[in-house]
């Protein structure tokens, strides 16, 4: 039961903090989880998965009830189309790897330092991004491998990937901020859910309650429904600043997990 609660909260807070910040919560979610060491890194990254396919979901439905979804078809499309193929992928690293350790935590270790550095480059290239030339590509193929590469990260990693996401969008396509935060939705919905369609078809799915499962759905939307307002309230330096502190405590979260799981 207290599990069940702190799961539910952690599953808040970060959608709130993730919401705010304009990243999602899933980068948060996973690797607090992990640290918590309150259940397997395998159902941790189901869990984690089924969260932020849930929340991209609700956030793509909203959009488009509220006609507020506009995006570039020429690029969205073959990038959501890389991102399925990129979910599928990443799940089939993850089941490799996973085989491969002699121990279930080593997996766990591998993602930490795989979170560490991709958050270490999303905070340089944040410092850095007004001496940073960014690019427009169009070209249908390299739509496809960059919601291809984003997909595989999503997956694999289990976090949605929002940050990541938005920086890719924003170097090569040069996206706003605010379509490239429509087309990170659409790279974690059809990242995530051909992942775990690929783990529900293996018969691989770990062993989880389903009311924990509910409770960190529900938990992260109306995170997300919160953070949304709070955005709103605040001045955009301080969401900065926030961003920049919470890409900080993520790569000390990382630190600390691949120390637990050595």
Known sequence: MINSFIIMMVSLLASVAGAICGIGGGIII??????????????ASFLSGCTVM???????????????????????????????????????????????????????????????????????????????????????????????????????????????????????????????ARNSLLIIFFAQISSLTLIIAGGKVPDFSFKVLAGMILAGIAGAVIGRRVNKLIKEETVDILFRGLNFIIMIICIYNFIKYL
Do not use: H
């Open 54 to 180: 849930s929340m991209s979901g609700y956030s793509v439905l909203r959009a488009v009830c509220n006609k507020e979804f506009n995006t570039r078809l020429k690029t969205g499309i073959p990038i959501s189309a890389g991102a399925a193929a990129g979910g599928i992928l990443g799940r089939y690293f993850f089941g490799l790897l996973s085989s491969s350790f002699p121990s279930p935590d080593d997996i766990g270790a591998v993602q930490s330092v795989c979170l560490f550095w991709l958050t270490f480059a999303v905070l340089l290239y944040t410092i850095s991004r007004q001496k940073i030339k960014t690019n427009n590509i169009s070209r249908p193929l390299l739509c496809i491998l960059a919601g291809l590469m984003l997909g595989v990260v999503s997956s694999f990693l289990g976090i949605g990937g929002g940050p990541f996401n938005l920086v890719l969008l924003s170097f090569l396509f040069s996206m706003e901020p605010k379509e490239a």
């Open 30 to 43: 996973k690797p607090v989880l992990d640290s918590l060491g309150i259940m397997s890194v395998d159902t």
